[in-house]
């Protein structure tokens, strides 16, 4: 129900100063991707993706490099998608 309040809660925009902290790896591994300057041009990659889609043909990529993401890096990419400017309207 687009009015109640669990929805509003649940789709509200984040505002820009919102931090997410969670208690898990999020991270791309050393052992996923050993060259350090192609991890870190990957981070900057991530952290620069403007859209979900972005983030989508980012994670196909990873995938069809460096083979299937581990769970650390899939958390990466889901914390990097929660913390995504929304716009609404």
Same mark, same amino acid.
């Given at each position: 129900?687009?009015?109640?309040? #669990?929805?509003r *809660?649940? /789709?509200a #925009?984040?505002? !820009?100063?919102? &931090?997410? %902290? $969670?208690?898990?790896? =999020?991270?791309?591994a %050393?052992?996923?991707? !050993?060259? =350090?300057?192609?991890r870190? $041009?990957?981070? &900057?990659r991530?952290?620069?993706? #403007?859209?979900?889609?972005? *983030?989508? $043909?980012?994670?196909e990529e990873?995938?069809?490099?460096?083979g !299937? *993401? #581990?769970p650390?890096?899939?958390?990466? *990419?889901r =914390?990097t998608r929660? %913390?995504l !400017?929304? /716009?609404?309207?």
């Amino acid at each position: 129900m687009a009015g109640s309040a #669990p929805y509003r *809660l649940c /789709h509200a #925009p984040l505002d !820009p100063g919102t &931090k997410i %902290e $969670l208690r898990l790896p =999020v991270l791309v591994a %050393e052992d996923y991707l !050993p060259d =350090v300057r192609r991890r870190f $041009l990957l981070y &900057k990659r991530i952290a620069s993706a #403007p859209d979900d889609a972005a *983030l989508t $043909l980012l994670e196909e990529e990873m995938v069809c490099c460096f083979g !299937p *993401l #581990p769970p650390p890096a899939k958390d990466l *990419l889901r =914390v990097t998608r929660i %913390e995504l !400017p929304r /716009h609404s309207g």
